[in-house]
């Protein structure tokens, strides 16, 4: 079985590009009847906020990204000081006393000589009584993982091929600080084996930390459990830029909450964030079978997905359009039932604008003035007018084309006018019964009175 998760940070609200991994790793699962997670990374006490989580919850529920199950870094820790010991045993792991300056400086050198900002590995060289000395003047350490220099990394990325890392070309990473606290690697790492996680699929920020990580799979697995606890399958995504086709600060701030506020449809987004960056064209899909049946890693392209305001709107004027009434009901005025919904539909962008066109229905409207040519023209229109039959609107129009020899415009304008106010809007065929004829006939009359 499948099993994929989603690991946000709740240093923040989600943006558009955690959306779209959230929505692709539930998309993954969801396919194959699998298993998606949510696991909330919070081991960073300080930055971490509660309301954040609450938000992320919140923001996936909005989206309809539902998991199957939600784990806590900070409920965890047990596990990770299991993992560090199980490694520190077998001896991949071991302190560093380095402080933040002499790191910098170090790397300031090697990059002044033109060399790559590697560890150097100084800390395994310090004998026993060198760190000794270092603890008894009150340094605590910091924990590195050894990588094993022996290996070349590879693996087979899903999205982005045949995967190939030195290990020599990385530092060894900075698993744990001098206060205790976890850096993202291991405990990630450990949840991952923990929670069965089949499939890692994420940013391509994260392509180095995987060549990390799997070395730790196979060090937590050989030095933990002896069992085979398979090592996930990873894949790496295109980032998300922006319409201009750069990363951008304002795609850093927009999620959820900006989406809702400007009164787009959870399907509208989800539509569009399946399919950029994939070779299938972006379309006003609102069933999720369908997005689900066509979703394949096969298809993501390596080049960065475009995020496009506009194509987002387009996305949810046309998924509006087709909407089923029962799906909008809970959204619109008092009284607007399915005829009126599909006679509005048309017209909107957005689901919340139905009341605005509701209102041409209900009244009261304002009409414009109509002059001394218009007004017994309106007048006859007011005693031609008639409900009774299956399509009033035509039976008017054809009445009083043959009755005043008007055509186009001006035989359909003055009406469209004189009963709604307006100069466009929703089909006049299925707003006059809505209108309902002694309404309809007395603003008729009135604007033929002026
Ligand atoms: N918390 C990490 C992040 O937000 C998770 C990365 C991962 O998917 O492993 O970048």
């Given at each position: 079985m499948i099993i994929t998760r989603f690991a946000p940070s709740p240093t923040g609200r989600l943006h558009v590009g955690n959306i779209r991994t959230a929505l692709h790793n539930w998309m993954l699962a969801r396919k194959s009847g699998g298993k998606f997670l949510l696991r909330i990374?919070?081991?960073d006490a300080e930055r971490s906020k509660e309301e954040y989580v609450e938000a992320i919850r919140a923001d996936l529920a909005w989206l309809g990204l539902k998991p199957d199950g939600e784990e806590r870094q900070s409920q965890r820790m047990a596990l990770y000081e299991g993992g560090f010991d199980a490694l520190r045993a077998a001896g991949r792991v071991y302190p560093a006393y380095e402080t933040a300056q002499e790191l910098d400086l170090k790397r300031k050198i090697q990059l002044g000589r033109g060399?790559?900002?590697?560890?150097?590995?100084?800390?395994?060289?310090?004998?026993e009584e060198q760190r000794a000395a270092k603890e008894a003047e009150g340094i605590a350490p910091h924990w590195r993982f050894k990588l094993d220099h022996d290996e070349l990394i590879t693996w087979e990325d899903g999205v982005r091929g045949p995967q190939k890392f030195?290990?020599?070309?990385?530092?060894?990473?900075?698993?744990?600080?001098?206060?205790g606290s976890w850096l993202y690697m291991l405990p990630s790492a450990v949840d991952d084996l923990d929670m069965g996680v089949t499939d890692v699929l994420r940013g391509e920020d994260h392509v180095s930390n995987t060549a990390v990580q799997i070395q730790m799979f196979t060090a937590l697995i050989a030095a933990q459990t002896?069992?085979?606890?398979p090592i996930p399958s990873f894949a790496h995504e295109a980032l998300l830029v922006g319409r201009e086709g750069k990363l951008s600060k304002r795609l850093g701030s927009l999620g959820v909450e900006a989406f809702r506020e400007k009164g787009l449809e959870p399907e509208a987004v989800i539509a569009l964030l399946a399919r950029i960056?994939?070779?299938l064209p972006v379309q006003p899909i609102a069933d999720r079978a369908e997005l689900l049946e066509s979703f394949?890693?096969?298809?993501?392209?390596?080049s960065p997905a475009k995020f496009d305001d506009a194509e987002l709107e387009r996305l949810n004027a046309a998924i509006v359009h087709q909407m089923d009434y029962t799906v909008a009901a809970d959204r619109l005025?008092?009284?607007?039932?399915e005829e009126a919904w599909r006679a509005i539909?048309?017209?909107?962008?957005?689901?919340?604008?139905a009341g605005e066109w509701w209102r041409l229905v209900t009244g009261p409207i304002a009409q414009p003035d109509f002059d001394e040519e218009a007004r017994p023209y309106l007048a006859a229109a007011a005693s031609a007018?008639?409900?009774?039959?299956?399509d009033p609107w035509h039976a008017l129009t054809n009445a009083l084309k043959e009755q005043t020899g008007r055509k186009g415009k001006a035989l359909f304008l003055p009406l469209r006018q004189a009963l709604?106010?307006?100069?466009?809007?929703?089909d006049m065929k299925e707003l006059l019964p809505l209108i309902g004829e002694d309404e309809a006939r007395a603003r008729l009359e009135q604007a033929a009175n002026g």
């Amino acid at each position: 079985m499948i099993i994929t998760r989603f690991a946000p940070s709740p240093t923040g609200r989600l943006h558009v590009g955690n959306i779209r991994t959230a929505l692709h790793n539930w998309m993954l699962a969801r396919k194959s009847g699998g298993k998606f997670l949510l696991r909330i990374d919070d081991t960073d006490a300080e930055r971490s906020k509660e309301e954040y989580v609450e938000a992320i919850r919140a923001d996936l529920a909005w989206l309809g990204l539902k998991p199957d199950g939600e784990e806590r870094q900070s409920q965890r820790m047990a596990l990770y000081e299991g993992g560090f010991d199980a490694l520190r045993a077998a001896g991949r792991v071991y302190p560093a006393y380095e402080t933040a300056q002499e790191l910098d400086l170090k790397r300031k050198i090697q990059l002044g000589r033109g060399l790559p900002p590697i560890y150097d590995r100084a800390a395994l060289e310090l004998s026993e009584e060198q760190r000794a000395a270092k603890e008894a003047e009150g340094i605590a350490p910091h924990w590195r993982f050894k990588l094993d220099h022996d290996e070349l990394i590879t693996w087979e990325d899903g999205v982005r091929g045949p995967q190939k890392f030195d290990p020599a070309s990385l530092s060894d990473p900075v698993i744990r600080r001098a206060d205790g606290s976890w850096l993202y690697m291991l405990p990630s790492a450990v949840d991952d084996l923990d929670m069965g996680v089949t499939d890692v699929l994420r940013g391509e920020d994260h392509v180095s930390n995987t060549a990390v990580q799997i070395q730790m799979f196979t060090a937590l697995i050989a030095a933990q459990t002896g069992a085979a606890k398979p090592i996930p399958s990873f894949a790496h995504e295109a980032l998300l830029v922006g319409r201009e086709g750069k990363l951008s600060k304002r795609l850093g701030s927009l999620g959820v909450e900006a989406f809702r506020e400007k009164g787009l449809e959870p399907e509208a987004v989800i539509a569009l964030l399946a399919r950029i960056g994939t070779s299938l064209p972006v379309q006003p899909i609102a069933d999720r079978a369908e997005l689900l049946e066509s979703f394949d890693l096969s298809t993501f392209s390596r080049s960065p997905a475009k995020f496009d305001d506009a194509e987002l709107e387009r996305l949810n004027a046309a998924i509006v359009h087709q909407m089923d009434y029962t799906v909008a009901a809970d959204r619109l005025p008092d009284g607007m039932g399915e005829e009126a919904w599909r006679a509005i539909r048309p017209n909107l962008s957005h689901v919340g604008e139905a009341g605005e066109w509701w209102r041409l229905v209900t009244g009261p409207i304002a009409q414009p003035d109509f002059d001394e040519e218009a007004r017994p023209y309106l007048a006859a229109a007011a005693s031609a007018l008639d409900l009774s039959g299956d399509d009033p609107w035509h039976a008017l129009t054809n009445a009083l084309k043959e009755q005043t020899g008007r055509k186009g415009k001006a035989l359909f304008l003055p009406l469209r006018q004189a009963l709604t106010g307006m100069d466009h809007g929703p089909d006049m065929k299925e707003l006059l019964p809505l209108i309902g004829e002694d309404e309809a006939r007395a603003r008729l009359e009135q604007a033929a009175n002026g």
